[in-house]
């Protein structure tokens, strides 16, 4: 008779089980403080961006994927303008109107947070 392997564990199994979560974990990540001040720029009427969401990026306010290679779970938020101004993007990322600044970074929460922690 042919030997067949063994049958796992189930308790290799939940270890496997928990190895999986902890890089595709079904909960996304809290957003990090990027700046504690906004950026302001030039949004050009018909043009798509995407805003960082995770505070990750290192092209603050805009998104270059890196909520891609850390495992995140958040994306980008895309956003259209209609016409051509110039903008206060958020940076903090607590904004209660994302993209845009509210105001938000001036509060003693954000203030008083490292740049980089979670919110």
């Known amino acids: 008779p ?5 049958a796992p564990k189930l308790s290799q199994r939940r270890e496997f089980s928990s190895w999986l979560t902890g890089w595709f974990s079904k ?10 001040t906004p950026i302001k720029v030039e949004l050009v009427a018909g043009t798509t961006y995407r805003w960082c969401v995770c505070g990750r990026s290192k092209k603050q306010p805009f998104c270059d994927g890196s909520h891609l290679f850390q495992l995140t779970g ?17 940076t903090c990322k607590a904004t209660k109107r994302p993209p845009y600044c509210d105001g938000t970074h001036r509060s003693e ?6 740049v980089g922690s979670p919110l």
């Open 2 to 6: 042919a030997c067949l392997p063994a």
């Open 27 to 36: 909960t996304p990540a809290k957003a990090v403080v990027a700046q504690k």
């Open 74 to 90: 958040l994306s980008p938020l895309k956003f259209k303008v209609q016409d051509t101004r110039t903008v206060a993007l958020c």
């Open 109 to 114: 929460r954000i203030q008083k947070a490292e």
